[in-house]
């Protein structure tokens, strides 16, 4: 995007949004997050821009996977390769796909050899809840977490008694999917079950030929389908002496076919096992110990004709994590937090990585403030990688009413990322001379309520150095010099009438500013604008909305000679309530069938429907 249409969209939006949305509102509840400092808050008192989604939404807009439920979430780009099932990456603020630090259940998860999180692989029917902190947070987290975090929460016991759930559905290609849970809340145990499947015949994931495209030699006009089971458990209990312990666990396990030369079938798991203990041994000092397994494997086959089904390779990846918190509440004003966090990534695989594990020690020191009416947050903290040596980031910070329903923001963080395995070791498209990336952040915000809904607007600016991309030229990754990412997000949302409107604009501007022949260029499958909007309303026993998704055009690789359209999809949804336990939902998904692609060749989904029967107390 150009520079000077920054101001011109942003002040189009406002005009349209503004009014629309003038009228009367009624506001949601506030959100409780713990991702955004590693503490309990309300999504209102964070200093850090925030989105929360929670199981009420996946249901209403119902969501089948999580690339649906992010693509138009304010500064999120979502770039998949072929359908469900299929590779797919999440980038936040323009940063790459491994900037952004991944949880579920407090337990850091994501591939040790890629440096991504398999979230096609991650069934949404075992999400409770999901916070998204957009900006860096290195000082907290460490290594990863240069464009924000993601913190996924599986499925838990409500404290209202036995209860199970139910549901299922089919649709377009073939898809059929299931689920099922038990779940149990009481004054000190809660515990819950559940169980998931998806199966779909797919459709062709890619629609390149000899000459370019997917990885082929040849066209593969096959549909590509995808199968999956899954499964979760959680739960936890209170001691009469104050002491909280909660486990959780999940796993998910199938198969993708997809088009490719050298290998067209992946067998999948992905398996997170994690714990937590609370206690507070005095009123003002409270003690998280938290640690937890994540597991990724991949067993790669080529299944041709001629051959049948032969064996490629394998990557197995475990990420071992221990983190130790203190939180010291010094005064109702002041809260200190000391912790650290231990990593280890240990890699298996039949290709020949030279090095296999590596381990990571880090220590923080976080205080939140409130003084005459300022509230800040300061963070420092020491990464020891066993490959890179030491790091250090910091991040701080503002945040002070204006009014009594007007906030204004200020943040600063400093961030790191060690390459991945892939990146360094992998034969014939790695590059072991890479340097760790390092990144400066800046972000200006306001937010409010007012009597028509509320809102918050957002400018930003990263600054990274070695930024690692991915050069489709020479199949390798690569240090660019610099790169500047700057970008706005604006976020509206009210009631009129009955309806529920909420919607959001993203506008991205990220630059390649090294000194090569790509300097100016735009850094490779980020769509330069995105418009998001969704309105909803139930009549007495029927619901129904709509969701309006435009993202603008975005370049497949660093020297921009490969362009991918804008396009604009449209989905509608319905839903009629039998009673209070019984429902049926409808959908009808990019109605209008625009042909659209986030990644060169990779065909995306046109017109399709889906039905689901859902059994819930």
């Not at 957009?134 to 404290?159: M, N, Q, W």
Request: hydrophobic letters at 35%; proline letters at 3%.
């Amino acid at each position: 995007m150009q520079k000077y249409r920054f101001p011109a969209l942003i002040a189009l939006w406002l005009g349209i949004t503004t009014s629309i949305f003038a009228a009367n509102a009624d506001h949601q509840e506030k959100p409780v997050i713990v991702t955004a400092t590693r503490t309990a808050q309300t999504a209102d008192a964070a200093l850090a821009s925030v989105t929360v989604i929670t199981r009420k939404d996946i249901e209403r807009q119902q969501a089948r996977s999580i690339q649906d439920l992010f693509r138009g979430v304010p500064g999120v780009n979502v770039v998949n390769q072929g359908g469900a099932g299929k590779a797919t990456f999440v980038q936040m603020r323009g940063t790459e796909s491994d900037h952004v630090l991944v949880m579920i259940d407090n337990i850091k998860v994501g591939s040790a050899t890629s440096g991504t999180t398999a979230f096609e692989n991650i069934p949404i029917e075992q999400i409770d809840r999901i916070e998204i902190v957009r900006g860096p947070r290195s000082s907290l987290y460490g290594s990863e977490a240069i464009g924000g975090v993601i913190h996924i929460f599986t499925r838990k016991g409500d404290g209202t008694g036995l209860k199970q759930n139910f549901g299922f559905g089919g649709g377009s290609f073939g898809t059929l999917e299931g689920s099922t849970g038990l779940s149990y809340g009481g004054k000190q145990g809660w515990f819950n079950m559940t169980a998931s499947g998806i199966g779909t015949q797919g459709f062709n994931a890619c629609n390149g030929s000899s000459s370019a495209g997917c990885f082929i030699n040849e066209p593969q006009p096959d549909r590509d389908g995808y199968r999956n089971v899954a499964g979760s458990a959680r739960a936890g209990y209170r001691f009469q002496n104050g002491l909280e312990i909660d486990g959780s666990f999940m796993q998910s396990a199938g198969n993708s076919q997809f088009d490719g030369s050298f290998a067209n079938k992946a067998v999948l798991m992905q398996q997170v096992l994690g714990g937590t203990a609370r206690y507070s041994p005095l009123d003002f000092w409270r003690i998280n110990l938290i640690g937890g397994r994540s597991r990724e494997d991949s067993d790669n086959f080529l299944n041709t004709a001629a051959l049948g089904t032969t064996f490629q390779n394998r990557f197995n990846t475990i990420r071992d994590t221990i983190s130790v918190l203190n939180d010291f509440t010094v005064n109702p004003n002041h809260l200190l937090t000391i912790g650290m966090d231990y990593q280890k990534d240990h890699v298996k695989s039949t290709e020949a990585f030279t090095v296999h594990s590596r381990n990571n020690w880090g220590v923080f020191a976080q205080h939140q403030a409130t003084i005459a009416k300022h509230d800040f947050q300061l963070s420092l903290r020491h990464d020891d990688n066993q490959q890179f040596g030491s790091r250090v980031t910091g991040g701080a910070g503002w945040g002070y009413p204006l009014t009594e329903n007007t906030r204004l923001l200020f943040n600063f963080g400093s961030a790191f990322k060690a390459p991945t395995f892939n990146e360094l070791y992998y034969p014939f498209s790695s590059n072991p001379n890479l340097r760790p990336e390092d990144s400066r952040s800046y972000e200006f915000g306001i937010r409010g309520k007012t009597d028509w809904g509320n809102w918050s607007l957002n400018l930003f600016e990263t600054h990274i150095k070695h930024l690692i991309a991915f050069d489709a030229e020479t199949f390798a990754p690569v240090n660019i010099d610099k790169a500047r990412i700057r970008g706005f997000e604006g976020i509206f949302s009210t009631q009129i009438k009955g309806w529920q409107f909420n919607t959001n604009l993203t506008l991205l501007n990220p630059e390649d500013r090294s000194s090569g022949l790509n300097r100016g260029n735009i850094l490779p499958r980020r769509a330069e604008q995105s418009f998001r909007v969704d309105a909803d309303r139930q009549f007495g026993q029927y619901a129904m909305g709509a969701m309006l998704l435009v993202e603008g055009q975005r370049y497949d690789n660093l020297a921009n000679t490969r362009k991918l359209d804008s396009y604009v999809k449209f989905d509608l949804r319905a839903e009629y309530i039998f009673n209070r336990h019984w429902r049926l939902q409808g959908r009808i998904e990019n109605l209008f069938n625009e042909r659209y692609e986030t990644a060169a060749f990779y065909n995306q989904p046109g017109r399709n429907f889906f039905a689901m029967v859902r059994y819930q107390p």
